[in-house]
């Protein structure tokens, strides 16, 4: 698996499984045994998927079966919405996750979303009470307990004013991004700042897959839809964290670094933007 070295060193796969919607023990114990069987070594989770404790639970189990021990792999999760107030309800809300996965650390630790849940996206309030979660992660960060930190779902306009206010340089930017919401300003922004763009939603929640451009270069690759779709992301630099319950997709969206896409057929997949959203919008928080 390869993997891009961050803004302060930490390694981190390129490839991840997401883990949104997996839900119940079996289930999630199932998917990180595959996955970790397939060579994933990175697991993007949250606070808000309410699965922080199933992971932690399986990886603890899972991970001497596969010949692994906690520095091998890269926990990513989410501080969420409604923890953003006071640097000390952020604070717990950060040692909440850490108590769910049942670890010392967490490799990376994101702001979710921008805005805090329940007020409305244009609240003014929003800025303040992002950057006093995004300080009491800067804190964790200091002492250890985050080995990186970034942010979910910041536009370029929240990321400049991150940036003009951060202690700590973000580390990873998670947004959605994939061949119909190609957001090409948010990636030279990151490029240029040193911040690793992380894709969600690379294969459109799966709507992307029966895409016809799509269906056809993996035809002429030999190779299936999802394995286009991230193909095109990774030779972007962009990470990518699919989501998949399917031990068999697991596989397939792992396998990912013996095929290179033409530099035009990288085109023909930008050229297919529409600024199509399948997840959420944050333009208009705050
Ligand atoms: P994805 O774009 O990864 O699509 C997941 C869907 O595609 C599932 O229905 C899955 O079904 C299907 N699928 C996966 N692989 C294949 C394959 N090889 N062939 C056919 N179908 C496939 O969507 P997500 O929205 O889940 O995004 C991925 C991850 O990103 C999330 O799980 C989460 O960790 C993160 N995320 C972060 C957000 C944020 O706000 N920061 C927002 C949304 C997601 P099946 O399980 O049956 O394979």
Excluded at 14 to 27: C, D
Excluded at 51 to 64: F, M, Q, S, T
Excluded at 73 to 93: Q, W
Aim: one cysteine or more; aromatic letters at 8%; proline letters at 4%.
């Amino acid at each position: 698996m390869e993997s891009v070295k961050l803004n302060n060193g930490v390694e981190m796969p390129l490839v991840g499984l997401g883990t949104f919607k997996v839900r119940g023990y079996e289930v999630v114990c199932r998917t990180l045994d595959a996955a970790l069987g397939h060579g994933y070594r990175s697991f993007d989770t949250a606070a808000v998927y309410q699965n922080e404790r199933d992971v932690g639970r399986a990886l603890k189990e899972l991970l001497p079966k596969h010949g692994l021990s906690r520095q091998d792999v890269v926990i990513t999760s989410k501080l969420g919405p409604k923890s953003h107030g006071e640097e000390a309800e952020a604070e717990a809300g950060c040692l909440q996750s850490l108590e769910a996965l049942d670890c010392e650390y967490v490799d990376l630790y994101l702001i979710h979303w921008p805005g805090k849940q329940g007020w409305r996206s244009g609240d003014e309030r929003n800025p303040a009470w992002r950057q006093r979660s995004w300080e009491a992660m800067e804190s964790l960060y200091r002492n250890g307990t985050f080995r990186a930190i970034g942010v979910s779902n910041y536009t370029a306009g929240h990321m400049r004013e991150l940036l003009a206010k951060c202690h700590v340089r973000p580390a990873v930017l998670q947004v959605e991004y994939h061949p119909h919401l190609v957001q090409s300003e948010l990636l030279a922004f990151c490029l240029a700042n040193g911040i690793h763009l992380q894709a969600y939603s690379s294969l459109g929640t799966g709507r992307l897959l029966a895409e016809p451009t799509v269906k056809g270069l993996a035809d002429s690759y030999g190779k299936t839809p999802a394995q286009v779709l991230l193909r095109w992301a990774l030779q972007q630099g962009i990470g990518v964290i699919p989501k998949s319950t399917d031990p068999e997709h697991i596989a397939e969206n792992a396998q990912l670094f013996d095929f290179r896409l033409a530099e035009e057929d990288v085109e023909a997949l930008n050229g297919l933007h529409s600024d199509t959203r399948y997840c959420w919008d944050p333009r208009h928080v705050a």
